[in-house]
C-alpha cells in the first residue's frame, strides 16, 4: 500500500473515531442537562404545592371547619359563637358588648382552631363578616346559625376576602407555631412521591436570611442542590418566610436516569476503540511485514545472484577448450560449483527449517550432551574466516556443570549462527569472548563481540523472521534475517531463552541460557 495513501487512511479513521466518540459524550452531557432541569422543575413544583398545601391549611384550620354543620364542636361553641358575631366597635372603643377590655379578655374560639383564640381577631374578623353578611341580607340581624349557614354560603370572592382577613392576623404569629418540621417533612415526602423523585432532602425556613427554628438536623444554607419557595404569601405577594430544601440525592436520581444508556454508550464506544486499535495495529503490522518480506526477497535476490553468477562463470570456464583438458582446474571449477550450491541449499533449508518450526514439523530429538564441546564443534566452523581477518575466539569456560538435553545439530547451528552475526557485524578483525558459568540450575552462555553494536530499537526487533537492520541499498553485510529467529525458536523448544545486550559502537553480548541436567 502505498505510504501516503496509508497515512490518509488512517488520519481519517482516526478523525472518525475521535467524532463518534465526541458525539457520544456530547449526547451524554445533554441528557444529563436534560434530566437536571428536569429535575429543577418538579423539585419547584414540589415545593410550590408544599407551600400552597402549607397556607391551606393554615386557613382552613380556621374556618373549613364549618363544613360539619352539625358537628359537637359547633353545638358546643354556640355561646362563644354568639359572643363572637355580636362583638364589634359599634361604640368605637376597646370594649366588647358585655363591657369587657380587649386586652383582658379571651373569647373562646375553638370553632376556629384550638387553643390559639385571639380577641383581635375576633374583632378583625367579625367587622368583615358583618359587613359581608350584611351586604348580601341588607341587615346584620341574624342568628347564630343563619350566620353560619350564610358562611358556608360565602361565594369564591367573599372567601378570599376572608382569607385576607385570616393571614393579615396568623402573620403575626412565630413560625414555629404556625408550622412544624413534621408537617413540612410529611407534605415533602408526598409530594416528592406524586412527582416520581426518589431523593432524601433538609429543610429549613429562612425569615430575612436569619435561620429560623424550623429546620432539620443536617440542613446547609451552602448545599449547591438547594432550592426554595416563598411561605404564606399575603394578598400581594409578599412574604417574610423561605423554605429551602437541600436536595442530597438529586445527582443520584438525575445520573440513574441516564446510566443505562451512557454504560451501553461508553461500551459500544470502547468495542469500536478496540475494534479500531486492532485493526490499525494490525494494518501497521501487516505493512511491516510486508516491508520485511520485501527486503527478504531482495537479500534473498543477493544471495543468490552471487553463487548464481560464480557457477556461471564456472561453468563457462570449463567449456573454454584450454581449460576443459586442465584436470586440476576442471577440478577446482567443479568445487566451486559444488561449494556455491551446497551455499544455496543452506540459505532455502534454513527457511525450510524456520517455517517446519513454526507449525510444529519439526521433529528435534534430544540427548544428554556437554554445552562445552559444542561450543568447541561450532567455533571450528568459523575459525578460518577469523583467522583471515586476523581476529581471534577466545573460551572462558566457567561453568563446572555444562550437561543439557538437546539435539546436537540444531544447538551447533544456534551458536554457529550467533558467532557468524559477531563476524559479519565486526567492520575491523573480529574480536570474540565466549563465557559460561552456571546459576542455580542453568547454565548461561554469553557470546561477546566488539563489533558495531545495535541501537535499543534494533534489539527489539533482531529476533523476529526476516528482520535486519534497515541499511537502504546497501547489502555490505550478507544475510536474510533468519539466523536469530531461528535460533530463539530452536532455544525455546529447548526450554531455554536468549536475549542481548549492546551498544551503538561498542559491541554487543549474547546470552543463551539453558537448563542443566543431572
Do not use: C
Not at 495513501?5 to 445533554?30: A, P
Not at 418538579?42 to 364549618?66: D, H, M, R, T
Not at 354568639?82 to 373562646?108: H, P, Q, R
Amino acid at each position: 500500500m502505498n505510504k501516503k495513501l496509508f497515512l490518509l487512511l488512517v488520519v481519517l479513521m482516526s478523525m472518525s473515531l475521535i467524532g463518534i466518540i465526541f458525539v457520544q459524550g456530547y449526547w451524554i452531557k445533554s441528557t444529563v442537562d436534560d434530566k437536571e432541569e428536569q429535575f429543577s422543575y418538579n423539585a419547584k413544583q414540589v415545593l410550590i404545592n408544599v407551600s400552597k398545601e402549607l397556607q391551606n391549611q393554615e386557613l382552613e384550620n380556621f374556618w373549613f371547619q364549618f363544613n360539619q354543620g352539625d358537628s359537637a364542636d359547633v353545638a358546643l361553641n354556640e355561646i362563644a359563637l354568639m359572643e363572637y358575631f355580636s362583638s364589634g366597635k359599634a361604640n368605637g372603643d376597646n370594649t366588647l358588648s358585655d363591657g369587657i377590655v380587649e386586652e383582658d379578655d379571651k373569647v373562646s374560639s375553638d370553632f376556629l382552631i384550638s387553643e390559639r383564640d385571639s380577641i383581635e381577631f375576633a374583632y378583625i374578623l367579625n367587622e368583615s363578616m358583618d359587613n359581608i353578611l350584611a351586604g348580601r341580607n341588607g341587615e346584620s340581624t341574624l342568628t347564630t346559625e343563619e350566620k353560619i349557614e350564610q358562611l358556608m354560603e360565602m361565594s369564591e370572592v367573599q372567601r378570599n376576602l376572608l382569607r385576607t382577613y385570616i393571614s393579615e392576623f396568623t402573620s403575626r404569629m412565630p413560625i414555629h407555631k404556625r408550622v412544624s418540621e413534621e408537617q413540612i417533612s410529611a407534605l415533602l415526602t408526598r409530594e416528592l412521591k406524586n412527582f416520581n423523585l426518589d431523593t432524601e432532602f433538609e429543610f429549613g425556613v429562612y425569615s430575612s436570611s436569619l435561620a429560623t427554628k424550623i429546620h432539620s438536623d443536617n440542613f446547609s444554607l451552602d448545599y449547591p442542590a438547594t432550592y426554595s419557595v416563598p411561605l404564606y404569601v399575603d394578598a400581594v405577594g409578599n412574604s417574610n418566610y423561605q423554605l429551602l430544601v437541600n436536595f442530597t440525592g438529586k445527582k443520584k436520581v438525575v445520573l440513574s436516569s441516564v446510566t443505562l444508556m451512557a454504560a451501553l454508550s461508553i461500551m459500544f464506544t470502547l468495542i469500536i476503540v478496540i475494534a479500531y486499535s486492532s485493526a490499525l495495529s494490525q494494518l501497521i503490522k501487516q505493512r511491516q511485514i510486508s516491508q520485511i518480506k520485501t527486503d527478504f526477497i531482495n537479500n534473498m535476490t543477493h544471495e543468490f545472484k552471487t553463487p548464481i553468477a560464480t557457477i556461471n562463470l564456472a561453468l563457462d570456464a570449463i567449456k573454454n577448450p584450454k581449460i576443459i583438458n586442465d584436470t586440476e582446474k576442471v577440478n577446482r571449477y567443479l568445487q566451486m560449483i559444488r561449494d556455491e550450491n551446497k551455499r544455496m541449499n543452506a540459505q532455502v533449508e534454513n527457511v525450510l527449517q524456520i517455517s517446519k518450526l513454526e507449525k510444529n514439523e519439526l521433529d528435534l530429538k534430544k540427548e544428554r550432551l556437554h554445552l562445552h564441546d559444542i561450543i568447541e564443534e561450532a567455533i571450528t566452523h568459523v575459525e578460518l574466516i577469523v583467522e583471515d581477518r586476523n581476529g581471534y575466539v577466545k573460551t572462558h569456560f566457567g561453568a563446572l556443570k555444562s550437561s543439557v538435553l538437546a539435539n546436537e545439530d540444531h544447538l551447533t547451528n544456534v551458536v554457529v549462527n550467533i558467532l557468524d552475526n559477531a563476524i559479519k557485524y565486526s567492520n575491523d578483525e573480529p574480536k570474540i569472548d565466549i563465557y559460561t558459568e552456571n546459576v542455580r540450575n542453568y547454565i548461561v552462555l554469553k557470546v561477546r563481540d566488539q563489533g558495531t553494536g545495535m541501537s535499543r530499537a534494533v534489539q527489539k526487533k533482531i529476533f523476529q523472521k526476516f528482520y535486519r537492520e534497515h541499511t537502504g541499498d546497501i547489502h555490505n553485510v550478507k544475510g536474510h534475517g533468519l539466523g536469530l529467529a531461528y535460533a530463539k525458536r530452536i532455544l525455546d523448544d529447548h526450554h531455554g531463552t536468549i536475549s542481548v545486550e549492546s551498544e551503538r559502537g561498542k559491541g554487543s553480548t549474547f546470552i543463551i541460557k539453558l537448563p542443566l541436567i543431572t
